[in-house]
C-alpha cells in the first residue's frame, strides 16, 4: 500500500533524530528519559500524518483522528490511536438502537383496545341518553365500527416508520439528498389523503350521534353505507403505505449489511496503511530499548461480540521486527502477520 507523502517539517524532525541512532541508544531508565519522550512524539506525528489522521473535513472542522501515546517501562510504547472509522461505527450501532426501538414501537399495545379514541364532547352524554330500543341498539353498533377500523392508525404507523427508515438510509449513506426529498414526499402525500379520510370520518361520526340522539331510522341505512364506502376509499392508501414501508424495510437492511462490510473493508485498508506507516517510520524509536515494543491500541475498531459490545484492536510489533521491516527484510503484510493482535 502506498504510504502518504509527509510534510518537510515531519521529515527534516525524522532526520534529525534519526542522525544520533548510533550515539544515544540506551536503557531509559538510566539514560536520557526525556530524548525517549522526544522520539514518541515525533514518532506520532510522523505516524498520524502517514496514515491521514491530520486530514481536515473543513476550514472549521477539527482533526478527524488523535493519536495520545506513553512509555510503559519494561513493555514499550504504547499509542492509542482514533480515528473516523471509529465514529462511522457509532452510526451502525446507533442505527440498531433506533431499529430495536422503532421493532417496539409497532408492536401492539395489550390494552389499545380497551382505550377508546377520543370524539367529540357530547359521545359519553350521548351514550347515557340513547334509547334501549332497536334503532339505538343500530347506532350503537355504527359507532362501534368507526371506533374499531384500524386503517387509520395502520396508515399513521406506516407513514412514521417509512420517514425513520428514510433518516436511516441518509444516515448509512445509502441515499442522495434528492432520494431522500422524493421519499419524504411521497410520505407527506400519504399524510395529507389520511387528513382528508381523517376529517371524512369525524364527520361521519359526528352525524351519526346527531341520528343515534334522534333515532331516525330512515339515516341509518345511508350512514351504514357511507360508513362502508369510505373503508373502500381508505383501503388502497393503507396498501400502498404498507407496501412502501415494506420496500423502505428492504432497502434498510440491505444498506445496513453493506455500510457493515464496506465499514469492515476499511479497516482492513487502514490496517494496512498503518503496518506500512510502521516500515517506513518505526526506526524513529531508536531510543525505544531492544527488547521493548510498540503497543497500538486502534479504539473501537475491534470485532463486536454478541451483545454489540465495542471493543478495540489491539497490535503489538517488537521493536526488532520494526527494524527489520524498516531494512527490507520483512515487508508490511509480514510484520502485520508475525506481530500480536486481539481485540480487547
Not at 519522550?37 to 478527524?64: K, P
Not at 482514533?82 to 433506533?98: H, I, K, M
Not at 417509512?162 to 407527506?188: C, H, K, P
Not at 351519526?208 to 381508505?234: G, K, T, W, Y
Amino acid at each position: 500500500m502506498k504510504m502518504r507523502r509527509l510534510s518537510a517539517g515531519v521529515l527534516a524532525w525524522s532526520s534529525l533524530v534519526l542522525t544520533g541512532h548510533g550515539a544515544h541508544a540506551q536503557d531509559p531508565v538510566s539514560g536520557n528519559v526525556e530524548l525517549l519522550h522526544r522520539n514518541i512524539e515525533i514518532f506520532s506525528g510522523v505516524l498520524g500524518e502517514a496514515i491521514g489522521l491530520d486530514e481536515r473535513a473543513g476550514l472549521f472542522s477539527a482533526n478527524t483522528g488523535e493519536i495520545d501515546s506513553i512509555y510503559l517501562q519494561g513493555q514499550g510504547v504504547l499509542l492509542q490511536i482514533r480515528t473516523p472509522l471509529a465514529a462511522r461505527r457509532l452510526r451502525l450501532n446507533l442505527d440498531a438502537l433506533n431499529t430495536s426501538i422503532q421493532n417496539l414501537e409497532v408492536r401492539r399495545n395489550p390494552f389499545e383496545l380497551l382505550t377508546r379514541p377520543q370524539v367529540a364532547p357530547t359521545t359519553e352524554a350521548m351514550a347515557l341518553s340513547l334509547r334501549r330500543d332497536a334503532v339505538g341498539e343500530q347506532y350503537r353498533d355504527l359507532q362501534q365500527q368507526i371506533r374499531d377500523n384500524g386503517f387509520i392508525s395502520e396508515i399513521r404507523s406506516a407513514i412514521r416508520q417509512g420517514g425513520q427508515f428514510a433518516r436511516a438510509l441518509q444516515n448509512l449513506d445509502s441515499v442522495t439528498d434528492s432520494e431522500y426529498l422524493q421519499i419524504e414526499s411521497r410520505l407527506g402525500g400519504y399524510q395529507s389523503q389520511l387528513n382528508e379520510h381523517v376529517a371524512e370520518l369525524r364527520g361521519l361520526e359526528q352525524e351519526v350521534q346527531r341520528q343515534a340522539e334522534e333515532s331516525q331510522q330512515d339515516r341509518f341505512l345511508q350512514l351504514q353505507q357511507s360508513l362502508e364506502q369510505l373503508i373502500a376509499s381508505v383501503s388502497p392508501l393503507r396498501d400502498d403505505a404498507v407496501d412502501a414501508v415494506a420496500e423502505l424495510r428492504q432497502r434498510h437492511e440491505e444498506a445496513r449489511a453493506n455500510y457493515a462490510s464496506r465499514w469492515s473493508s476499511e479497516v482492513t485498508a487502514f490496517e494496512g496503511d498503518l503496518f506500512s506507516a510502521l516500515c517506513g517510520y518505526g526506526t524513529t524509536l531508536w531510543e525505544l530499548p531492544e527488547n521493548e515494543s510498540l503497543i497500538l491500541v486502534l479504539t473501537d475498531l475491534g470485532h463486536e461480540t454478541g451483545d454489540r459490545e465495542r471493543r478495540d484492536r489491539i497490535h503489538i510489533v517488537k521493536k526488532g521486527d520494526l527494524a527489520r521491516c524498516h531494512a527490507g527484510d520483512i515487508d508490511a503484510p509480514v510484520l502485520q502477520r508475525i506481530s500480536i493482535s486481539y481485540d480487547y
